[in-house]
């Protein structure tokens, strides 16, 4: 992925920020040498700040939307007390083995349920409350996520959209997934029900408190 600000500055950000355990980062390294759509992967510098956020709001019950490999499902279960939840959704089942491989190698993997299916099937499933959810699955439905997610989260939790940038290309929507990236960026500013930054972190994240 482009990055947003100067490559040297995120390298100096990311040398400045906690490192990740042995698992993680054997995880990146298999997602990168044998999944060709690797730049999806979180990464270091955002899981860090997902994990932190997990900590701070004193989360029980995670709910992710695209889990991937599983790299920040498991930077967040890292964060969870031992009768912690993180719920996660996915529809790729070579993906999916990969996860499924970390997860049993981690101490945290026991609090991972991992959903197969559209994501917005799976929620219709799913109890509330949750107390943060990290919205990061097919762009074009981001829009689509927000009622539902909006509703298993308790008032204080997280909504987390990742890619609210998409590289730039906000700025100037020409495709499908950009104008839902926006729309969505839009509704969440103009909603009254949550307070909310957009952080320029890595390629976007917005960061939405329900109240
Ligand atoms: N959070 C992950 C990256 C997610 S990439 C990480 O940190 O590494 C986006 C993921 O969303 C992909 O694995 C893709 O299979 C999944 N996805 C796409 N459409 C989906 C849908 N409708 N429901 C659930 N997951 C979906
Ligand atoms: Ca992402």
């Known amino acids: 992925m482009e990055t947003l600000i100067d490559e040297r500055l995120e390298q100096y950000a990311l040398d400045h920020t906690q490192a990740a355990s042995p698992l993680l980062e054997r995880l990146e390294k298999e997602t990168v040498s044998s999944r060709r759509d690797h730049v999806m992967l ?7 700040l997902l994990r932190l956020l997990t900590k701070l709001v004193g ?18 279960a890292s964060a969870l007390p031992d009768d912690g939840e993180l719920h996660t959704c996915d529809v790729d089942p070579e993906a999916e083995a990969i996860a499924k491989r970390y997860f049993a190698e981690s101490p945290d993997g026991g609090k991972i349920h991992v959903h197969m ?3 917005l099937e ?16 097919d762009k074009e439905n981001y829009p689509n996520y927000y009622e539902p997610v909006f509703e298993l989260i308790r008032a204080g939790g997280l909504i987390l959209f990742d890619n609210v940038l998409w590289s730039g290309k906000v700025l100037d929507p020409q495709d499908a997934e950009t104008r839902a990236i926006h729309e969505l960026n839009e509704r969440v500013h103009e909603d009254d029900r949550v307070e ?10 917005l960061i939405a408190q329900k109240l």
């Open 59 to 76: 989360a029980k019950r995670v709910l992710e939307i695209g889990m991937f490999t599983g790299y920040s499902a498991l930077s967040m």
């Open 122 to 137: 799976t929620m219709k499933s799913l109890d509330a409350p949750f107390d943060l959810a990290f919205i990061d699955a």
């Open 196 to 205: 909310h930054v957009m952080t320029t972190v890595r390629d976007g994240l």
């Open 117 to 119: 299916g559209p994501a």
């Open 42 to 48: 979180t990464g270091r510098g955002e899981g860090q």
